[in-house]
């Protein structure tokens, strides 16, 4: 899959600069939204070819939006990436289990991202 255009969900203003730097040096371009809710306001308009979503926000959740993309038809083969500090088991199981393409543990470096792209 040839990765061109990324969305960016994080609170972190920093995680989100993090991120698209790297994303910048693998000639993806990048959008970036700070909550869940302008994830979705996002979606309504644009069709990325990947998701990296932080999975604690304030307000809605990754995992709540996750379970809205996957039933949306605009939305539901996008990937989407789970970016967290949340590294215990059922959080990475219930995370597949709502459909995550790939979950990776803060921090990351562009050596994992590119693994999982």
Do not use: W
């Not at 932080?54 to 038809?73: A, I, S, T, W, Y």
């Amino acid at each position: 899959m040839s990765i061109k255009n990324a969305l960016v969900v994080d609170d972190s203003k920093s995680a989100r600069m993090m991120l698209q730097r790297l994303l910048s040096k693998m000639n993806v371009r990048v959008d970036t939204v700070d909550s869940a809710e302008a994830a979705l306001l996002f979606l309504e308009g644009a069709h990325p070819d990947i998701i990296f979503m932080d999975h604690m926000m304030p307000g809605m959740d990754g995992l709540e939006v996750l379970k809205r993309l996957k039933k949306g038809n605009k939305t539901k083969n996008v990937p989407v990436i789970m970016l967290t500090v949340k590294n215990r088991r059922c959080d990475v199981d219930q995370a597949v289990s709502l459909g995550v393409a790939d979950y990776i543990v803060k921090p990351f470096n562009l050596s994992i991202i590119t693994q999982t792209i």
